[in-house]
């Protein structure tokens, strides 16, 4: 509903291995549920299905045998994090035994000695390295090159070409934020090895927190930003994706200006902290239920996710009126309590094997259907055009 007064081309049909394994649910039954609701609205301008966070040729082959259009690949586990940080002399080491003379010839020939100069209208920039750089990014990313370069001749010959999929790069889920060097670095390696990608994940700096607005210098996220996007527009002419992309509210002009609408936005959690709302307006005993289990599950949970939420800041629900629990939802430590809990909520089963909360909460949801509709249709509204992105 949202997306039909946009000029944005929406990938309705997103989970990842870890989300599918918190929900019980697989990527057919994702992109099914999509397309019943595409059904439902009558919606005829086009989506996608994103297989997000893969990691393995297992996880790809699910993804794509499921028929998705787009296939988001997470290199996390691929990336060398201890290169940027070990002594000069074990990076020595390490290059003479573990990269190919050679290949390392062909990576001083790219990088060393040259100066990258790129230029937009908010200004330019340049990128240089020395030898060290050199060393230290090939080491960083050595491995992830290598997977990328197999993954993506993998879908090349399981489906004929690979323009028939959109293939996504996730180096986000990092200790560190992701430098333009390191950036260029990688993508030019991409290009050398011809694997031609429509998207981008780095970890900017600042904290993308789930559910939460943006933490950290506008000014200096915005300067990195714009040096992000016209990497990819020199080096590949990819989108720029931004992970963790929901309520980030105070940044989202400077996305969309700088980037010139040429960006994916991948939202987090909204329908579900929208649904949750409704409860707490619809069902306020099902919410406090609710509630208080995700307390008692937060530890566990906030392993799995990217989160600083203080317990001793979120209000007391006792103390609480029936009126005043949807305000929750805007408090960012209870915000990010339920989002990160989801998992345990919908899957907790009594002795005799019955959900605790999730047919309660989707008969609420039909009760309330379209009450529900008009809150995520407002919220996810509020996002695009924060962005910038036009009226059809």
Known sequence: RAIKKFQAHPVLAQQSVRENGQTGRNFIEVIQDAAWAVFQENYQEGYGADGD???????????????????????????????????????????????????????????????????????????????????????????????????????????????????????????????????????????????????????????????????????????????????????????????????????????????????????AGTSWLEALRLIALGNPSLFREMYSFALSRFNEASKLYHVKADLNRIPNLEELSDEELPALLNQEDSRQLLHITYGYLLNEKDKAGKHLFKDKLTH???????????????????HLSSLGVKNR
């Not at 090939?138 to 879908?155: G, H, P, Q, R, S």
């Not at 030019?188 to 607005?213: M, N, T, W, Y």
């Not at 509709?373 to 919220?379: A, F, K, N, Q, R």
């Open 53 to 267: 966070h893969l990691k393995s040729l297992h996880d790809i082959k699910g993804a794509l045998d499921a028929g998705v259009s787009m296939a988001t690949l997470d290199l996390s586990e691929k990336i060398n994090h201890e290169a940027l940080q070990e002594p000069k002399e074990l990076i020595e080491q390490k290059f003479k035994e573990e990269i190919d003379e050679g290949d390392s010839k062909v990576i001083f020939h790219l990088f060393l000695g040259k100066e990258f100069v790129f230029k937009g209208p908010d200004g330019q920039f340049s990128i240089q390295f020395d030898e060290e750089s050199v060393k230290r990014n090939t080491l960083l990313f050595c491995k992830a090159l290598d997977f990328t370069e197999e993954v993506y001749e993998w879908i090349r010959f399981r489906r004929g070409n690979q323009s028939s999929i959109d293939f996504e790069i996730s180096i986000d889920e990092t200790p560190f934020p992701t430098s333009p060097e390191n950036h260029f670095f990688f993508a030019l390696e991409l290009s050398h090895r011809g694997v031609h990608i429509q998207s981008l994940a780095p970890r900017f700096i600042g904290e993308f927190q789930k559910g939460i607005d943006y933490r950290g210098d506008r000014d200096d996220f915005r300067r990195q930003f714009y040096q992000h996007v016209l990497i990819a527009q020199d080096y590949g002419n990819y989108k720029i994706s931004i992970h963790s992309g929901s309520d980030k509210f105070s940044i989202f002009s400077d996305m969309g200006r700088l980037s010139k609408g040429f960006l994916h936005l991948k939202t």
């Open 364 to 382: 609420t949801l039909m009760q309330y259907e379209e009450d529900y509709w008009s809150m995520l249709e407002t919220h996810i509204e509020k």
